[in-house]
Protein backbone atom coordinates (compact mmCIF):
# COMPACT_ATOMS: atom_id res chain seq x y z
CA UNK A 1 0.00 0.00 0.00
CA UNK A 2 1.42 3.50 -0.71
CA UNK A 3 0.30 6.41 1.64
CA UNK A 4 0.48 10.13 -0.33
CA UNK A 5 0.74 13.27 1.22
CA UNK A 6 1.10 16.62 -0.29
CA UNK A 7 2.56 19.96 1.02
CA UNK A 8 3.08 23.36 -0.27
CA UNK A 9 0.12 24.88 -1.14
CA UNK A 10 -0.78 28.46 -0.89
CA UNK A 11 -1.64 31.48 -2.21
CA UNK A 12 0.41 33.85 -4.72
CA UNK A 13 0.23 36.42 -6.89
CA UNK A 14 0.22 36.07 -10.36
CA UNK A 15 3.59 35.45 -12.32
CA UNK A 16 4.87 34.14 -9.20
CA UNK A 17 6.20 30.77 -8.16
CA UNK A 18 4.89 27.92 -5.80
CA UNK A 19 6.53 24.56 -5.40
CA UNK A 20 4.86 21.33 -4.35
CA UNK A 21 5.75 18.25 -2.68
CA UNK A 22 4.46 14.88 -2.41
CA UNK A 23 6.04 12.75 0.31
CA UNK A 24 5.41 9.06 -0.43
CA UNK A 25 6.08 5.94 1.50
CA UNK A 26 4.56 2.39 1.99
CA UNK A 27 5.26 0.12 -0.88
CA UNK A 28 7.07 2.32 -2.81
CA UNK A 29 9.10 -0.18 -4.95
CA UNK A 30 5.63 -0.77 -6.51
CA UNK A 31 5.22 2.70 -7.81
CA UNK A 32 5.48 2.78 -11.78
CA UNK A 33 4.20 6.38 -12.61
CA UNK A 34 3.88 9.41 -10.07
CA UNK A 35 1.43 12.05 -11.34
CA UNK A 36 -0.10 15.30 -10.14
CA UNK A 37 -3.68 16.46 -11.05
CA UNK A 38 -5.77 19.59 -10.36
CA UNK A 39 -9.08 19.82 -9.61
CA UNK A 40 -10.78 23.59 -9.48
CA UNK A 41 -14.64 24.50 -7.98
CA UNK A 42 -16.98 23.29 -9.76
CA UNK A 43 -14.82 21.32 -12.69
CA UNK A 44 -13.96 17.68 -13.37
CA UNK A 45 -10.24 16.78 -12.33
CA UNK A 46 -7.80 16.96 -14.54
CA UNK A 47 -4.26 15.61 -15.33
CA UNK A 48 -1.19 18.21 -14.75
CA UNK A 49 1.80 16.06 -15.00
CA UNK A 50 3.01 12.60 -15.03
CA UNK A 51 6.65 10.93 -15.06
CA UNK A 52 7.21 7.19 -15.05
CA UNK A 53 9.74 6.30 -11.86
CA UNK A 54 11.67 3.85 -13.94
CA UNK A 55 13.20 7.26 -15.57
CA UNK A 56 12.35 8.23 -19.40
CA UNK A 57 9.00 9.56 -20.07
CA UNK A 58 7.44 12.86 -18.62
CA UNK A 59 4.10 14.28 -20.11
CA UNK A 60 2.69 17.36 -19.19
CA UNK A 61 -0.87 19.02 -19.70
CA UNK A 62 -0.83 21.69 -22.66
CA UNK A 63 -2.03 24.12 -20.12
CA UNK A 64 1.25 23.95 -18.30
CA UNK A 65 3.54 22.62 -20.63
CA UNK A 66 6.51 25.26 -20.26
CA UNK A 67 5.70 26.71 -17.04
CA UNK A 68 5.36 23.29 -14.92
CA UNK A 69 8.17 21.03 -13.98
CA UNK A 70 7.81 17.09 -12.25
CA UNK A 71 10.64 15.91 -10.81
CA UNK A 72 11.30 13.25 -8.22
CA UNK A 73 14.49 12.87 -5.33
CA UNK A 74 14.42 8.66 -4.93
CA UNK A 75 16.46 9.26 -1.86
CA UNK A 76 14.01 11.37 -0.17
CA UNK A 77 11.06 9.55 -1.82
CA UNK A 78 9.58 12.82 -2.78
CA UNK A 79 7.77 14.16 -6.22
CA UNK A 80 7.65 17.70 -7.10
CA UNK A 81 5.53 20.26 -8.98
CA UNK A 82 8.06 22.93 -9.90
CA UNK A 83 4.84 26.29 -10.34
CA UNK A 84 6.10 28.92 -12.20
CA UNK A 85 4.59 31.86 -13.87
CA UNK A 86 1.41 31.15 -12.11
CA UNK A 87 -1.93 32.55 -13.38
CA UNK A 88 -5.45 32.49 -12.06
CA UNK A 89 -7.02 29.48 -13.85
CA UNK A 90 -4.13 27.42 -12.13
CA UNK A 91 -6.43 28.33 -8.92
CA UNK A 92 -7.26 24.36 -8.01
CA UNK A 93 -6.90 21.51 -5.30
CA UNK A 94 -3.72 19.40 -6.47
CA UNK A 95 -3.35 16.00 -5.73
CA UNK A 96 -0.33 13.52 -6.09
CA UNK A 97 -1.44 10.27 -7.55
CA UNK A 98 0.39 7.05 -7.89
CA UNK A 99 0.23 4.15 -10.06
CA UNK A 100 1.72 0.66 -9.04
CA UNK A 101 0.69 -1.43 -11.95
CA UNK A 102 3.69 -3.44 -12.61
CA UNK A 103 5.73 -1.13 -15.79
CA UNK A 104 3.07 0.60 -16.35
CA UNK A 105 5.02 2.63 -18.48
CA UNK A 106 6.21 0.04 -20.31
CA UNK A 107 2.45 -1.80 -21.24
CA UNK A 108 0.48 1.45 -21.10
CA UNK A 109 2.65 4.43 -21.80
CA UNK A 110 2.33 7.33 -19.77
CA UNK A 111 -0.74 9.52 -19.99
CA UNK A 112 -2.87 11.71 -18.11
CA UNK A 113 -5.84 9.81 -17.33
CA UNK A 114 -6.54 9.05 -13.45
CA UNK A 115 -8.20 6.41 -13.86
CA UNK A 116 -5.53 4.02 -13.62
CA UNK A 117 -3.80 6.42 -10.71
CA UNK A 118 -4.75 4.17 -7.72
CA UNK A 119 -3.13 5.63 -4.25
CA UNK A 120 -4.10 9.46 -3.97
CA UNK A 121 -2.86 12.20 -1.42
CA UNK A 122 -5.21 14.19 0.45
CA UNK A 123 -4.31 17.56 -1.54
CA UNK A 124 -3.06 21.04 -1.36
CA UNK A 125 -4.80 24.19 -2.14
CA UNK A 126 -3.46 26.40 -4.72
CA UNK A 127 -4.63 29.94 -5.29
CA UNK A 128 -3.26 32.37 -7.56
CA UNK A 129 -4.81 36.19 -7.14
CA UNK A 130 -4.58 38.55 -10.10
Known amino acids: QVHLVESGGGSVQAGGSLRLSCAVS????????MAWFRQARGQEREGVASLCTGGGSIRYDDYVNGRFTISQDNAKNTVYLQMNSLKPEDTAMYYCAADVRPRACYWYGNDLRSAPFGSWGQGTQVTVFS
Open 26 to 33: GATSSISR
